[in-house]
């Protein structure tokens, strides 16, 4: 089913039906955390390390976070590397920028970082990330100057792992009772989700919580995944597994609670994305909102064009840090499903904060540095 066919009543109703049979007194109590907000007008002339390194300090600091610890970044390098917005680099567009990866390594390796771990799903193949981001025109080797240990996995298969890791939602799982990830996310102390301020096509927004939704290995959960065991290679994407509930991920894996549930994307990502959050805990989200791309998620999707907001937003909660993200892309984080950001799906962040996550609510969170008022640039209202 098409879930645009979906009805606003209908939406309202399914976020509704999930915020009470998880509770609405654990939405009501959800966490806050503080939020910094910064403008940066480019990744180039050295004000991006001093930005982050003050937006670090506002939130607490990096040092009591990574110091002595294994830190693990789950970057937002999404599709490959030929899909190109009218032929811009995809950094500009739908990836996150090398230098603001940079200076993330930078700062976790001078907070006392033992050890960081760049991960990301590379689509259709089990090439090294690396050679990813080399096709993309970047020098992975700049990350690993000055001695800093750095490492890279490709986490859409099973990599240098031995086997994979299982994860267990606390609250029981929305859709699935547990996810099997590649082993880099449970091999780590800390876990940053590095994020791109974007629209999504069929989940709202993609902010810090949309982004672990990559971590998924489609060896286990994509369209040709392996039916008894996951396969040896990824193949295809998550679509028919997660979207469309078309078919089940590889056996060697938790099914799916109720294969009676809705089988459209609009009711099932939210739910996913809220599962992993809840069982892979995001300890720092940065969103990358300098360059980046309005009406959807990549260039694939028609209505699309480059934007410059020049905003970074970084916090230790991810739905605090995404109901910034929303406010400043001109939506309302306390909006229902139905309505804009989620004109075609439940909303992420009141499942979210159902699930007891953090508040969506704007006036439980404390924004640092620049006001949301001052730096909010209005994304595309999609058609």
């Not at 970057?75 to 995809?90: F, H, Q």
């Not at 360059?291 to 605090?320: D, H």
Request: hydrophobic fraction near 40%.
């Amino acid at each position: 089913m098409n879930c645009r066919k979906w009805s606003r009543r209908r939406f309202l109703g399914t976020a509704a039906a999930a915020a009470a049979t998880h509770g609405m007194a654990r939405a009501q109590s959800a966490p806050s955390a503080p939020v910094a907000l910064a403008s940066c007008d480019n990744y180039h002339d050295g004000s991006l390390y001093w930005t982050m390194r003050e937006m670090f300090d506002q939130v607490g600091g990096l040092g009591g976070l990574v110091r002595g610890k294994t830190v693990a970044m789950k970057l937002n390098l999404t599709g490959t590397t030929s899909s190109r917005l009218n032929g811009a680099p995809l950094e500009l567009a739908q990836w996150v920028h090398p230098w603001l990866i940079l200076a993330l390594v930078q700062l976790m390796d001078e907070a006392g970082a033992s050890r960081i771990r760049l991960l990301e799903s590379v689509q259709d193949s089990v090439m090294s990330l690396p050679e990813f981001m080399q096709r993309a025109g970047w020098e992975p080797l700049h990350f690993v100057n000055n001695g800093r240990r750095v490492e890279f996995e490709n986490t859409n298969y099973l990599g240098e792992g031995r086997s994979y890791s299982r994860f267990t939602p606390p609250t029981g799982g929305f859709l699935f009772p547990a996810y099997d990830l590649n082993h880099s996310y449970e091999d780590c102390d800390v876990f940053v989700s590095v994020a791109k301020l974007k629209q999504h096509l069929l989940a709202g927004l993609t902010l810090s919580m949309k982004n672990v939704f990559g971590a998924l290995p489609c060896t286990i959960y994509g369209v040709d995944a392996g039916v008894a065991e996951p396969s040896l290679e990824p193949r295809g994407i998550r679509s028919a597994v997660m979207h469309d509930g078309a078919r089940g991920p590889s056996l060697s894996s938790p099914q799916e609670l109720d294969s009676a549930s809705p089988r459209h994307p609009g009711y099932r990502l939210p739910r996913v994305v809220t599962d992993l959050v809840a069982a892979r805990p995001i300890h720092l989200a940065v969103i990358d909102g300098i360059e980046t791309m309005s009406g959807s998620e990549g260039p694939w999707n028609a209505g699309t064009a480059r934007v410059s907001p020049k905003v970074l937003i970084a916090g230790t909660n991810p739905v605090c840090t995404d109901a910034v993200g929303a406010a400043v892309m001109g939506f309302d984080p306390m909006a229902p499903g139905g309505a804009l950001p989620w004109r075609n799906c439940d909303s992420i962040l009141e499942i979210g904060e159902a699930a007891g996550i953090g508040t969506r609510d704007l006036s439980r969170i404390e924004v640092i540095g620049r006001r949301i008022e001052d730096v909010r640039f209005p994304f595309m209202k999609p058609a």
